[in-house]
């Protein structure tokens, strides 16, 4: 459109004086902005405030936003404007005149008189404050959109879940809210679904989500101790802590997590029989208490029984119903190895099992039979009496007479045995009886030497029954050995196999690392224990850092979950003739 | 400077108190030992948390407490003082706290809006430090209202001589010191862009058309040209008064734009950091909860 | 026989309560012809009270006085207060004659002959004269000096707009008003002179600016007056006849503002034969108990009479025609009097003790008994007595009729009763009242060097003018002696007594000057050895800028600042650079007595100042005394060489020193100096202030000064003597001890203190209305934010209350300081005395 725009002038003259302006233009805008086609300085008046607009002959006028305009003294947004019409805006008059030849619309402008300098300055935004940027609002905007995206949204998406449906991939959820990786394991098993564990809001995570899970863990306090005493529950989280960093570590091996209770006398009267740990230190652990088998006469099947006691070590002694003596074995001048006529090491018998802990069970057959030969006739040096089956001894017994009297080339033996220098002469045998009855006694005899004198009596406790008819005379006492003094407690003997304390400068290894707990060279009975006390290990390990000291946590040795045993028996007992 | 600024505040009183603070929080962070790696959620890591959460509510309280003018204790300046010592503190509280474990989730939301609070905030400060000394020597003594009133008085001038112009420059005069822009948005007042006009009028038939007049040099330049091309000696005289006016202007113009960008860049940052606060005090609110949702 | 009894000069309060009163005597005695007449120059009542702003809160202060008037008066807005009294003016009947303007007064008591403006006559017995201070505006003096349009004062120049206006005149309020109404009228200034040399520096660069910019719709005519003004049947108004120096020429325009400034009452008054005591313009006239002037038969009420107030001018006008016909009433403020007396331990009549007191008091004796008794109305009494029964009798008295007026809902001055040893006040303390001593002893404690001193004064002397005259803090303590009765004046009563009264005025001047020595040359001398020597020494004022002497005079004199502050600069490479800044108190000019005799410096006057001069000869005798403080007058000399010398070898320091001075931080002391480069324009200054002072901001802190990185907002410095004090009728404007100078609720609005103030610092505004809660604004923006109330719409109760000064008070009663102080986040805002100006300029504040 073709717009005149004619300018009343303020000259102060007293005479009217106008500019005009011709224009050219879609549409005429009106604000304080340079830009615009009229500018009105104002406070109030944004930078496009009004719009005129020229179609089918009819001038429009649009007020943008919440501009505050008047036409003929009456507020309105929008109009259509006729000749005589005064358009007013904070002060400035705009009128509509006929238009001249050649313009389509033609106004007067009547600007506001702007004398007041102070005014001045207020026509131009000059702070951000007036830059139409709110703090307010941004603050508002951000704060909502950080409350929306990390907490509604990702609740929603739980609920929604909850509710059983998927949530659409695009709304946050509550993956958002994890603090830390989950363990690899968990994390196959539970994918990103948070709720598998934490079931309940605002609820700790219970036990009862691990254990759909690991259902035969063990509790290391049995259901009808906690249900006495509730205060002392310990939730798998106590221990397992979860989306830790920087690894995945589940377990936490704080002592305190253990002396928590252990150390707490009123916690611990629970477990009368168990005593106050405070950490491992001197004083601060108690004294071992080994597991021992004593013979507990016979169960119902006849078979004899064992039972495990409790013994502090100091003063403890053994029932295993075997004779070793340990110093013999141990001195070079007494025994040597068969092969290589070496002096005996620990390890000859004591060989370690793959756990690191417990040794492989000894064997007469294998520890005892290379040196210990069961023969019985001087003359058949190759005839062995069996092991382990006292009944058969007899069988045998009496069968090799039988054969050897009936042998007609049989002849006393001539040869020369080795005698004891306090051995009385060894009596002349002699029968006149048949064969058959020489040699039944012979193999009786034989069978009472066998089970009181020599051979089996030497490493057996015999019980000798004269009454009773020979094949139930002798009964040799049933054999176990100890495995694991402490089933509760683990000891890494393959890290021990070379050790140095910190009082010796020197390492010890081989035998004279085992010596240096177990005092076995200088013990005779086999009753002695062996197993040293916990001063031995708080030489070395205590649980408090220090220097020269290796620490070791309770977890070091003790298992917080009794471990299940594979076959159901006392892990403690060992049957000798397996 | 002629008193003590607010780092120097009560000889640096905060800088201690702050670096106690921090000593003392590594001594915690450090007693996680090597039982449990070092973890926001220890009690050591609760500790720290906690420590830095109400710190962080305490420095926002700033906010508050420099328009609580009648009541509150202290100054504001040892407000402000400990505001930037401990603030920067958090940053330190907070990394041990979270023991450099991050991810994409609510709780380094929080770590991230706090540090974008902290950043900004020192780069208020160092504004504050700095701007100033700009503001007063480009002000030269005078207020701004002081220059608005000059350039008041010099567009007064400019229209008078305009006047007197043959039409052409009167118009181009006219419309150049009305359409003057100073200030205007956010951008245009921190980046001094100008976006003034002035109009041309058309020659012969042709509707006058509105050219640009950033810092008001096209303008200088139309009238300059004027000169030599003058019919008579009056006009050229005042086209000349009229060139010295408007080159005023010119510098005069230039004063206030670099004055209004001055103390716009001194304020920009709080559009940073106020609004981020606020959205850090919801996070850390959210980061809370949810470690309590999913305990 | 006179045609009235009484003539009353003047509608204002005091005329029309007086009028009133005779208008009701008249009726009492069934007289049917007025025996009075009330003349009033205008064409309504009460001319002062009408030419204030629309709405205007009228205060009824004093709030302890009773008024006695036939006319209602109360507080409440002009325009009710105008109504009550031209409705009591039609209701009695009062023969008031308006546009009754009075040339001359001759004649004596009995018959007075009293000539109007308008050529009658009228004769009178007695004469009233109620006529004000204001005076009445100078007429144009020509025909049609009195037509409608020719107005003598502009209420609001909004009012008109497309008129041509002629403004005639030169002085500052011309200039204001034509530049107001050019806004929206053709305006044509008239000077008579060839240049506007009567207006201030700012206005008339304002008024030539306008004049020579061809926008502005203001056009001068100079050497041009007005010789006709007639009216015009058709088009505009007035046709005006103006003689140019290129002869005469006429004009047509719709008004006329005539500011010809004001004929002052004084010249009239004194030609009806009325003396006033002194050449002061603020001088009173002397009058008797009765008001009568010392021209019998003419009484002067009113502000004429120095009874600002318009309860004292009303009950005035009642009291005078009581008297006048014969009734000796005991006056309005008898009560007042007794209350104030009542502690005493006589029993004996107010009037009896008055009388007895000023016999007891040389300095007084001479005043009229009126002036004294207001001054005792004005005063505190103060009686001591010893510790034992008697004190706590009068005590006891006292309290029993003080909580029985309070149940009344009165709450009058009474005696003050302390015990004997009690301080009466301390070192340090701000405090600027006057102390009388009637009865008894005071002891003045000092300390001088470590060592105590005591005075004692006795009956008539009096003590606390030092802090009176120079508006520092107390330099002494004063104790209650035995049995003694003081009269404790408050400044402004002393000053007004001062002025009106010679005797006084010299009396407390030799004393202080007499104390001034003693202090500085001879603490341990007593008094009245120095008395002659005081009598000897003279004061010499300055005006601010005035130059005392100039360096490398030879001179054989030194000076102390008596008040104001006194600027000593040094010429180094042809600059001025300043060397030092003294304030009351303090001696300069010694180097020419101690030293060689040649002016170091250049002594100039910072703000006026008044200095006592010592002569070689008076000097001599001083430092001779036995007990002369002489080593420590030569250690204050060279502490001050060397000083000087630091400072004029650091111009840059002495230039921050001598902007601060240009500035008017000479008489300051608590100022708000803002650092430059710490200041990063928050406003937070500007919003603790208005959060703390009920919404209003007492401070600018754009506007102000700046130099060097200091910047002077515009903002109060608590004078140490205030220009806002001068001139407070109420009274209300106080100064604490500590020193801060603050307004209180007394405040009546009248604009005193505004127009006083130098620095622009008192504004008069309206309560602001009450703000929401600071969580609303900066949660949800509701509201407006801290600070963020400027041009607020006051509410109906605010403008019914009227507009208020507002000032700074430095937080007087705020714990922590000032709150602008406090709010600042960058520490770029502190609040300085003159102690640290010299750490300020050398950069070395804490």
């Given at each position: 459109m073709n717009v005149l725009i004619r300018e009343q002038l303020d000259t102060g003259s007293g005479f009217e004086e106008f500019q005009d302006t011709e224009l050219q233009c879609e549409r005429l805008d009106i604000g304080s902005a340079p830009d615009q086609q009229i500018q009105l300085l104002g406070r109030d008046i944004k930078g496009n405030a009004l719009q005129l607009t020229w179609r089918n002959g009819k001038l429009m006028l649009r007020g943008v936003g919440k501009t505050s305009v008047q036409v003929n003294g009456q507020p309105c947004r929008t109009a259509e404007l006729q000749h005589g019409d005064v358009i007013e805006l904070d002060g400035n008059r705009l009128t509509v005149i006929p238009a001249p030849a050649g313009f389509d619309v033609a106004l007067e402008l009547h600007r506001a008189s702007n004398s007041d300098a102070a005014n001045f300055e207020n026509a131009f935004v000059t702070s951000l404050a007036g830059s139409g940027i709110s703090m307010r609002a941004l603050s508002w905007t951000l704060a909502a959109i950080t409350l929306l995206v990390s907490l509604l949204l990702p609740l929603a998406s739980v609920y929604w879940r909850d509710a059983g449906a998927e949530p659409p991939a695009w709304l946050p959820s509550d993956a958002l809210w994890i603090s830390g990786p989950l363990h690899p394991v968990h994390e196959l098993a539970a994918g990103d679904d948070c709720r598998s564990c934490h079931q309940q809001m605002f609820v700790q995570v219970r036990d009862k989500a691990c254990q759909e899970c690991h259902e035969e863990i063990a509790d290391h306090l049995s259901h009808t101790l906690l249900e006495k005493h509730p205060d002392n529950q310990i939730r798998c989280a106590s221990c397992h802590r979860e989306h830790n960093e920087?690894?995945?570590?589940?377990?936490?091996?704080?002592?305190?997590?253990?002396?928590?209770?252990?150390?707490?006398?009123?916690?611990?009267?629970?477990?009368?029989?168990?005593?106050?740990?405070?950490?491992?230190?001197?004083?601060?652990?108690?004294?071992?208490?080994?597991?021992?088998?004593?013979?507990?006469?016979?169960?119902?099947?006849?078979?004899?029984?064992?039972?495990?006691?409790?013994?502090?070590?100091?003063?403890?002694?053994?029932?295993?119903?075997?004779?070793?003596?340990?110093?013999?074995?141990?001195?070079?001048?007494?025994?040597?190895?068969?092969?290589?006529?070496?002096?005996l090491e620990c390890n000859s018998c004591h060989q370690l099992n793959s756990d690191r802990e417990h040794f492989a069970p000894i064997t007469m057959e294998r520890h005892c039979a290379a040196c210990h030969e069961l023969t019985f006739d001087p003359a058949f040096p190759e005839r062995q009496l069996p092991h382990g089956k006292p009944e058969e001894v007899i069988f045998t017994l009496e069968g090799h007479y039988l054969k050897r009297l009936s042998d007609p080339d049989y002849k006393p033996a001539t040869v020369k045995k080795r005698r004891r220098p306090d051995r009385k002469k060894k009596r002349v045998e002699v029968c006149s009886e048949a064969t058959y009855q020489c040699a039944l006694q012979k193999a009786a005899r034989d069978t009472d030497d066998q089970f009181t004198r020599q051979g089996c009596v030497s490493c057996h406790e015999i019980s000798v029954y004269p009454?009773?008819?020979?094949?139930?005379?002798?009964?040799?006492?049933?054999?176990?050995?100890?495995?694991?003094?402490?089933?509760?407690?683990?000891?890494?003997?393959?890290?021990?196999?070379?050790?140095?304390?910190?009082?010796?400068?020197?390492?010890?290894?081989?035998?004279?690392?085992?010596?240096s707990c177990h005092d076995a060279a200088q013990s005779k009975e086999s009753s002695t224990l062996l197993i040293p006390d916990v001063d031995r290990c708080v030489r070395c390990h205590r649980s408090e850092r220090e220097r020269g000291i290796v620490p070791l946590q309770c977890i070091g040795c003790h298992a917080y979950h009794p471990q299940p045993s594979e076959d159901a028996m006392d892990p403690a007992q060992q049957e000798v003739d397996e | 400077m002629i008193y003590r600024n607010v780092m120097r505040y009560a000889g640096g009183r905060y800088l201690w108190v702050a670096l106690l603070l921090v000593a003392s929080s590594f001594v915690l962070y450090f007693s996680q030992g090597g039982v449990q790696p070092p973890n926001g959620g220890t009690w050591q890591g609760y500790v720290l948390g906690t420590v830095a959460a109400l710190l962080i509510v305490w420095l926002a309280w700033l906010g508050i407490r420099k328009r609580r003018y009648a009541g509150g204790s202290g100054t504001v300046q040892g407000w402000t003082s400990a505001h930037i010592y401990l603030g920067t503190a958090v940053l330190l509280l907070a990394t041990l706290h979270c023991a450099l474990q991050f991810g994409w989730n609510v709780h380094t939301l929080s770590y991230v809006l706090m540090c974008g609070v902290i950043f900004s905030g020192f780069y208020g400060l160092y504004q504050y430090l700095t701007q100033p000394q700009l503001l007063a020597r480009n002000r030269a003594g005078e207020a701004r209202a002081g220059l608005f009133a000059e350039l008041y008085d010099m567009d007064g001038e400019a229209r008078r001589l305009a006047a007197r112009c043959s039409p052409a420059v009167g118009l181009a005069v006219k419309s150049g010191v009305e359409r003057t822009m100073l200030g205007g948005g956010m951008g245009a007042q921190l980046l001094q862009r100008d976006g003034s006009r002035f109009m041309q009028a058309g020659s012969g038939e042709a509707a006058a058309t509105l050219l640009p007049n950033a810092d008001q040099q096209p303008l200088v330049d139309f009238v300059a040209a004027r000169i030599p091309r003058a019919a008579k000696r009056s006009e050229a005289r005042n086209l000349q008064d009229l060139l010295a006016i408007l080159v005023r202007r010119q510098s005069l113009l230039r004063q206030l734009r670099r004055d209004i960008a001055l103390q716009g860049w001194l304020r920009v940052w709080l559009y940073v950091h106020v609004p981020m606060t606020i959205a850090l005090i919801v996070a850390l609110i959210v980061h809370i909860v949810t470690t309590f949702i999913y305990w | 026989m006179a045609d009235f009894q009484i003539a009353i000069i003047g509608a204002g309060p005091a005329g029309l309560s007086a009028a009133a009163r005779a208008q009701i005597l008249d009726q009492q005695n069934q007289v049917s012809t007025p025996s009075y007449v009330l003349l009033e120059g205008f064409e309504v009542v009460a001319k002062t009270i009408q030419r204030y702003q629309k709405g205007k809160k009228v205060m009824a202060e004093p709030g302890f006085l009773d008024l006695r008037s036939d006319v209602r008066f109360e507080e409440g807005r002009r325009e009710e207060i105008l109504g009550w009294w031209q409705g009591r003016c039609e209701e009695l009947g009062i023969n008031i004659r308006y546009q009754a303007e009075v040339s001359a007064i001759t004649g004596s008591k009995g018959a007075f002959d009293i000539a109007l403006v308008n050529g009658e006559n009228i004769s009178a017995e007695n004469i009233i004269l109620g006529i004000g201070l204001e005076g009445n505006p100078r007429m144009l003096g020509v025909d049609g000096e009195r037509l409608d349009r020719v107005q003598y004062n502009l209420e609001d120049p909004k009012a008109f707009h497309d008129e041509i206006i002629l403004v005639v005149g030169a002085g500052d309020s011309a200039i204001e008003n034509a530049l107001a109404l050019s806004e929206q009228n053709d305006v044509f200034i008239l000077n008579r002179r060839d240049e506007f040399s009567r207006a201030k520096e700012g206005n008339l660069n304002l008024i030539l600016k306008a004049i020579s910019d061809d926008g502005h719709r203001l056009n001068c005519f100079y050497s041009t007056s007005i010789k006709s003004v007639t009216q015009n049947s058709e088009g505009k108004p007035l046709h005006v006849v103006m003689k140019t120096p290129e002869g005469d020429i006429t004009m047509d325009c719709d008004r006329i503002v005539a500011r010809l400034g004001a004929i002052p009452p004084r010249r009239f008054v004194e030609s009806i034969g009325i003396q006033f005591p002194s050449e002061r313009r603020d001088a009173i006239p002397e009058l008797s108990r009765h008001y009568e002037s010392n021209v019998p038969g003419v009484y002067i009420v009113g502000s004429l009479a120095g009874y600002p107030l318009i309860k004292q001018a009303m009950n005035q006008g009642y009291d005078v025609v009581e008297f006048i016909n014969g009734n000796f009433i005991k006056p309005a403020d008898y009560p007042l009097l007794q209350h104030q007396l009542l502690g005493l331990p006589y029993d004996r009549e107010v009037d009896e003790l008055l009388e007895r007191f000023q016999a007891l008091i040389p300095m007084f004796r001479k005043l009229n008994s009126l002036a004294f008794r207001e001054l005792i109305i004005e005063s505190t009494i103060i009686a001591g007595y010893p510790s034992d029964q008697v004190l706590d009798d009068a005590r006891r008295k006292i309290n029993t009729l003080a909580s029985k007026l309070r149940a009344e809902g009165r709450n009058p001055r009474m005696t003050k009763v302390i015990a004997e040893g009690d301080v009466i006040y301390d070192r340090g303390e701000f405090g600027t009242s006057f102390f009388t001593i009637v009865d008894g002893e005071v002891v003045l404690e000092n300390e001088v060097e470590g060592q105590q001193l005591r005075t004692t004064l006795g009956r008539g002397e009096f003590f606390g003018e030092s802090s009176l005259l120079s508006g520092r803090p107390r330099g002494e303590k004063a104790i209650a002696g035995s049995n003694c009765i003081v009269v404790e004046t408050p400044r402004r009563t002393m000053l007004k007594l001062m002025n009106s009264n010679e005797e006084v005025r010299s009396g407390i001047d030799w004393i202080f000057v007499v104390r001034e020595l003693q202090r500085h040359f001879a603490p341990f001398a007593p008094l009245r050895e120095l008395r002659d020597l005081g009598a000897r020494v003279g004061t010499r004022q300055f005006d601010a800028g005035a130059t005392i002497y100039d360096e490398g005079d030879e001179a054989a004199s030194l000076f102390i600042v008596r008040s104001g502050a006194i600027t000593l600069s040094r010429q180094v490479d042809g600059q001025d650079v300043l060397v030092s800044q003294l304030r009351s108190g303090k001696l300069f000019g010694q180097m020419a007595l101690m030293g060689d005799g040649i002016r170091r410096e250049t002594a100039t006057a910072t703000v006026a100042a008044e200095v006592i001069e010592v002569e070689r000869a008076e000097f001599l005798e001083l430092v001779q005394r036995n007990d002369a403080r002489i080593r420590q007058l030569q250690e204050d000399v060279s502490r001050q060489v060397i000083d000087k010398a630091r400072m004029s070898v650091r111009p840059d320091a002495a230039g921050l020193f001598r902007f601060l001075m240009r500035n008017g931080l000479g008489e300051a002391t608590n100022v708000l100096v803002i650092d430059e480069r710490l200041c990063v324009g928050c406003d937070n200054c500007e919003k603790a202030c208005a959060e703390t002072h009920e919404g209003l901001c007492r401070l600018d802190r754009k506007s102000g000064p700046t130099a060097v990185d200091v910047h002077i907002p515009s903002a109060c410095r608590h004078c140490e003597q205030p220009h806002c004090m001068k001139d407070c009728p109420p009274n209300a404007i106080l100064r604490a001890a500590s020193g801060e100078?603050?307004?209180?609720?007394?405040?009546?609005?009248?604009?005193?203190?505004?127009?006083?103030?130098?620095?622009?610092?008192?504004?008069?505004?309206?309560?602001?209305?009450?703000?929401?809660?600071?969580?609303?604004?900066?949660?949800?923006?509701?509201?407006?934010?801290?600070?963020?109330?400027?041009?607020?719409?006051?509410?109906?109760?605010?403008?019914?209350?009227?507009?208020?000064?507002?000032?700074?008070?430095?937080?007087?009663?705020?714990?922590?300081?000032?709150?602008?102080?406090?709010?600042?986040?960058?520490?770029?805002?502190?609040?300085?005395?003159?102690?640290?100006?010299?750490?300020?300029?050398?950069?070395?504040m804490q």
């Open positions: 920087p690894r995945p570590t589940l377990i936490i091996r704080a002592d305190s997590l253990c002396t928590d209770c252990h150390a707490d006398e009123q916690k611990m009267e629970i477990a009368p029989e168990l005593d106050i740990v405070t950490g491992f230190a001197d004083k601060a652990h108690p004294t071992f208490r080994a597991h021992l088998l004593q013979p507990d006469g016979v169960d119902d099947s006849g078979a004899a029984a064992w039972k495990t006691v409790l013994s502090k070590i100091d003063g403890a002694s053994e029932q295993s119903n075997l004779k070793f003596p340990h110093d013999v074995h141990l001195d070079p001048e007494k025994v040597t190895s068969k092969q290589d006529d070496a002096p009454e009773r008819e020979l094949y139930q005379r002798y009964a040799v006492k049933p054999v176990k050995l100890s495995s694991d003094y402490f089933p509760s407690a683990r000891f890494d003997h393959g890290s021990h196999r070379s050790v140095k304390y910190p009082d010796d400068d020197k390492t010890l290894s081989g035998s004279e690392a085992c010596a | - | 100078v603050f307004i209180t609720d007394a405040c009546i609005g009248c604009g005193n203190c505004e127009k006083n103030c130098p620095y622009d610092v008192i504004r008069l505004s309206y309560a602001a209305p009450k703000k929401p809660g600071l969580l609303s604004w900066l949660l949800f923006g509701r509201g407006s934010g801290p600070g963020e109330r400027q041009g607020f719409e006051p509410d109906a109760e605010a403008k019914a209350r009227g507009k208020k000064a507002v000032k700074c008070d430095a937080c007087v009663n705020v714990k922590g300081g000032p709150a602008c102080v406090r709010a600042c986040p960058t520490g770029a805002a502190k609040r300085i005395g003159p102690a640290e100006f010299v750490a300020l300029v050398e950069g070395r």
